[in-house]
C-alpha cells in the first residue's frame, strides 16, 4: 500500500471510528434495547467504547506512519499499516460484534487477543523501520 494510500485508509477508519463513538454515546443503549439486549449493558458499553477507544488510535496511527512514509519514501511501512488495520479488524470488530450480537457471540472474544497481537506487531514494524 502506498504511503498516501495509507493516510487515506487511516482517515477513513478514524473517522468511522468517530462516528462508531458518536453512535456509542447518543444510540447504543437504544439499540441494544431494541435487540433485546440490555441485559449487561453496562459490560456491552463497556466492550463497545474499548472497541472505539482501540480504532480510534490505530486509524490515527495508520495516518502517522503513511506520513512518515511521505515524508521519507525510503522508509517502507505497509506491513506496520497491515498489520494495525488487520488489528482494527479482529480487535474492535469482535468487540463491536460482542456488543450488538446475541449472548452466542461472547465466543468471538476469542478473536479479540489477535487483533491486540496484530496491534503489537504493527507497533513493532514501525520501531524496527524507524530504527533502521
Do not use: C
Not at 9 to 37: D, K
Amino acid at each position: 500500500m502506498s504511503p498516501r494510500m495509507m493516510v487515506v485508509a487511516g482517515a477513513l477508519l478514524t473517522g468511522l471510528g468517530v462516528g462508531l463513538g458518536a453512535f456509542g454515546a447518543h444510540g447504543l443503549t437504544n439499540l441494544l434495547g431494541r435487540l433485546g439486549r440490555a441485559e449487561n449493558l453496562v459490560q456491552r458499553s463497556d466492550w463497545f467504547e474499548t472497541g472505539v477507544k482501540y480504532h480510534l488510535f490505530h486509524g490515527l496511527a495508520v495516518v502517522v506512519i503513511g506520513a512518515l512514509g511521505v515524508a521519507d519514501p525510503t522508509r517502507r511501512y505497509d506491513a506496520a499499516a497491515w498489520a494495525l488495520i488487520v488489528g482494527i479488524v479482529l480487535f474492535s470488530g469482535s468487540l463491536y460484534a460482542m456488543t450488538l450480537g446475541p449472548d452466542a457471540w461472547r465466543k468471538l472474544g476469542m478473536i479479540t487477543p489477535l487483533g491486540g497481537l496484530a496491534f503489537l506487531l504493527g507497533w513493532g514494524l514501525i520501531a524496527w523501520r524507524a530504527w533502521r
